[in-house]
Each structure stands twice: as structure tokens, then as C-alpha cells.
């Protein structure tokens, strides 16, 4: 089985401490308890407990440290980060909140060339602190060129750090919070380091109404030495930038640990609940339901394994991963979205129950989405490899599942952010040929019929800069990227080959959704409207295949999970 069970941890890992690390987190929640989870998210608790467990066993340090600055299990080791991502997730997002800005906080340390800061930042992780990252502010949210957070040089070679940081994570408690800037004379960008307990970090409050502290801080001539600059110029604007493509990835962790945790209480609560003399499970509508929603969770789960393999084996020859992260980062999150919505569509009055894990789940993966660059500022950047992705692609070797315990040293050196147009991808064709299933050659029909559209009816330049009809149109490329690399991963995993058909039935749906709705806008050309209307189909009707993935797959989760009272 493809999704967690933290009562049957059966993850492969090919070092005991990984392992170690995950059964242990399990139990720190089981131990904890659903009750106490629940009335600690109601009534706001910071989660001292939770950081305490970090830092007695040395988890964020194992976890964050690069293997040149930590002990022996010190790694920064995308597989099994994705599986610590997924268990904050399914118990909580204020617990993967806090490691996860972390992650970004650390992400302009492990970039920088500052040895004593890395060093410091070790130091830190060992004794079990937390980090944060001070990139936005109140007034110009993803307009980072706006920044306005500035250091002005003093006579003595040290600087005046003056601004205010808004919907900064951890910024309470953070020794490091990395924060970006510019110079006051040059106007060159800089990250720096600020420590949250010095008297001119000024802590405004907490902005959001949680258990996780998002901080609205204000730098009041803070002084900062020349030794505790991270980077400047173009430097500190690709590290912005490439920590927030090593962060972004995690948020589709976050939504498939929601969900699938979520996923174990809706099917509980309906498979054990009678009406009218019957299962609620026997339902038409409600099997329908589950069966999306365990085939739209499975293919989440696919996507965002696949990209871990491109993350760690990306190179400068090799950026295809900047594709894949911006897809996780945007269809998983908002694939998330679809699946509380069908579940709570079917366990109804039980999802608003002060007791589930689900109504903090409803609440919480509202929050994926928009959080490290919205939907939108992903679709904009994605649409970017459109053409190179389907015009012109490039022979790669083939890549394994890696599942490796080494340390994935090029996240820390990414390199320049320009040239996204240049990124070539290797043939989606091949995997797409690779089974021969009635939904997957539906929806080959309508990748046929996008490339016709994009060569036949080409988007006019105001189309191409109208981000309202780009976002429609790179839904539907979004959906090709998701298809091929889910594929990828089913052949991995030698999912059942059912399964992959049952997946390409809601990708037929979809695609056909999206068409419409870019078929509806307003500068749509009758010879665009020809080709849209064409990509309307409907997915290969089998009761039969239903029937198996709804008792086998489906039903077969009743009570095999439930967490501890
Ligand atoms: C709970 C929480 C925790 C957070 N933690 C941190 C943190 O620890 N550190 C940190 O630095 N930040 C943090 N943030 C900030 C977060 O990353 C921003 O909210 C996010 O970048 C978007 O900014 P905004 O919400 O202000 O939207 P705005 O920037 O105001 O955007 C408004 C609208 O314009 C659209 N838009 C903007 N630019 C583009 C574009 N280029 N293309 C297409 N559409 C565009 C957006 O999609 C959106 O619909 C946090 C936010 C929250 C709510």
C-alpha cells in the first residue's frame, strides 16, 4: 500500500536511524493522543512539548545538517525528509509549520559562503533550536523586488538593520532569522542573520490565530556585523529564490499527510455508520466520492515521490526538477483541496466535530495553496517550459528511485534562477505509450489535441499576457506534467494497473473542466473555441474496474487506522 499507516511504518530505509527517526515521531503523537492533540489546537498551545521532543533526540539535526557540518547521520536527505514532512502533516501543520520554516530559514545559511554561520547554525540544530526566514513584508507579498527592509553601512564597517517583516514563522523564538533586504546607498539585495532576543528586534505579535507563532517583527537600528551577512546582490536573490524551490516542495508533504490522515476518519466514520438499514458506504454517490478521493491522494503521493527523485538527482545539466517542484508545490496542495472537499461531502455533520482530526483538516489545507508563492505565481512560472516541454525535448538517462542515504548537496547550490525557457525535458511521449489503458488513451486523445491548439491556434500576444487566460491554459499543461511523471512512479511502484486507469479517469474529467473553462474566456478565437471543444471528452465508463479499486483498494482501509484516544 502507497499511503502511510503509522500503525504499520513500512517505509524501506537502507539505514536504521532514519527509520528510527520516523517510528519515533509516530509515537511521540500516538503517545500524545488525539484528545490532547485536538484540545491543544483549540486552545492554541505553543507546542513546547513538541519542540522539546526535537531537541532531545536531535531530530532537526540528523534531519537539516549537511554531512560536512553534523555527525555521522547528519544529512540533508530529500527521501526521507519527505516522509518527516508527511507525518507532521498527517498530525498536524503547526508541527510541520515549524520545521518546515526552518527549512527555510536554513535555506540561505547552507547557501552562503559565511563558514562561521554554517558552523553557528550546526551548533544551533544540535542543541535543538529552530530557524526562521524573514523574506515577506505587509506590503508587497510575492513582490520581493519591493523589499523594503534595509541595512545602512555605519563608519566602523558593521550596519543599521531597519524594516518590518510580516508572516514570519518562528520569528519568536529563532536565534537565526535569516532576513532579506537591501543595502540603504547601493540598493543590492542581502540576506543577514538577525536573533529575535536582541532589544532592537522588536516583536510586534502574532499575526494569525494559531498554535504556531507567524511573527510581524520590526528591526530598530538592529546592528549587524560584517561577519553575520549571508550573501549579497544576485547571490542573495538566487538563495531567496532557491530556498523557497527547496521549501515549496514540502507544502504537497503537508497535504498528503492532511489528507490521508483525514481519509482514515471519513472512511471510519462512514463504512460503521447505518442509515436507512444500510452502510453510508453503499451509497452510489459516496463510494464515487471515496474512490476520487483515494485515487486523487495516491496520485498526489506518486507526483511528489517522483520529483524527490529529480530533486536529488538534479544538476546544472539537469533543472528538470523546477518544473516538477512548482507542480507539486500547486496541484498537490490544491489536489488536497479536492479530496477534503469530497470526503467531508460524505462524512457532513461528523467533519465540524471539535474531536476529528478532520475539522482541523478542513481548516488546514486551505493553507497549502497559498502559502510560498500562491496557485497563480506557480501557474505563471510553470507556463515558462510550456513550449520546451512539448516542442522540444532531450534524451536523458533514466532516472531510478532514489532512495539513497546521501546528502542532496546541489539543493545548496542551485546556481542561477535565470534561463527557465532553456530547461529541456525528456519525452513525455514514452511513458505515456508505456500502458494501454481505455483512460489513458482518452486523455492522450486530448494531449493530442493541446499541442494542435498550441500550434494550430497559437495564444496571440495579449493572450500571452493576460495572466486570466495563461492560468487556464497551464492547468491543462500542468495536467500532462502530472500524468507523466504519476506514470513514471506507477511503473516504479508497479501500482496496480487498474488503479493508474482509475487515476487517468478523474485526468480525462479534469482536462475536459479546464477546457471549458478556457474555452468560456472572453478573447478565446473561434479556432481556439474548435479545438477546446474537441478536448470535452469523457472518461472510459468500467464498472467492473470500479468495483475492484472500491473493495480492494478503497473499502480494504476501513479501521485499519485510528489514532490513539
Ligand atoms: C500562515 C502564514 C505563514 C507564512 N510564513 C512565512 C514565513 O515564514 N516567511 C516568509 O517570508 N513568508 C511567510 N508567509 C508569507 C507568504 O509566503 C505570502 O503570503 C505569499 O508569498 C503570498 O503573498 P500574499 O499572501 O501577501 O499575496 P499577494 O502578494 O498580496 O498577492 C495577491 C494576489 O496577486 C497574485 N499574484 C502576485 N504576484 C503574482 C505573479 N507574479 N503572477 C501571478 N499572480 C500573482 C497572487 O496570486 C494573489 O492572488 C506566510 C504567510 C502565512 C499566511
Partial sequence: MILLNPKKHNRPYREERSREIMLKTIDFFENKGKQK??????????????????????????????????????????????????????????????????????????????????????????????????????????????????????????????GEKYYIGNGNIAEMVSTFGKMADSGDYVFFVANYSHKNYELVKNVVNSQSYVADFILHDYPVSEAEILSRGQEAWDSALNTVNVGKYNLGWASIGICTHAFYEALNHAANRTLYAMKVTDFPHAKQMFVDAYARLTAMKLFALRTSDYMRAASPDDRRYLLYNPTVKMKVTTQGEEVINLLWDVIAAKGFERDTYFEMAARDIRALPKLEGTVHVNIALIVKFMANYFFNPQEYPHLEKQDQPRHDDFLFNQGPTRGLGNIRFHDYKEVYDFYNLPNLAVFKEQIALLKEFLAGATPDADQQKDTDFLLSLGEMFTLVVYGQLILENAKIYELDEPLVDQIFDFMVRDFAKFALTLYSKPSTTEAQMGYLQKMIKKPAADAGRFAKIWKEHVLALKDIYEMSP
Fill in 37 to 162: 492533540l485536538k484540545e491543544d489546537d483549540r486552545n492554541r498551545v505553543w507546542y513546547e512539548d513538541f519542540l522539546d521532543f526535537i531537541k532531545e533526540n536531535e531530530l532537526f539535526y540528523n534531519l537539516l545538517t549537511p554531512e560536512n557540518y553534523g555527525d555521522a547521520d547528519c544529512r540533508w536527505d530529500t527521501w526521507r525528509n519527505c516522509e518527516f514532512n508527511e507525518i507532521l502533516g498527517f498530525y498536524g501543520l503547526h508541527y510541520w509549520y515549524t520545521w518546515q520554516v526552518s527549512i527555510l530559514g536554513l535555506g540561505p545559511i547552507w547557501m552562503s559562503h559565511n563558514e562561521e554561520q554554517k558552523k553557528r547554525a550546526a551548533r544551533l540544530l544540535k542543541e535543538g533550536h529552530v530557524f526562521a526566514f524573514g523574506l515577506s513584508e505587509r506590503e508587497h507579498g510575492a513582490d520581493v523586488y519591493s523589499t523594503e527592509m534595509n541595512l545602512t553601512p555605519q563608519p566602523d564597517g558593521s550596519y543599521r538593520a531597519n
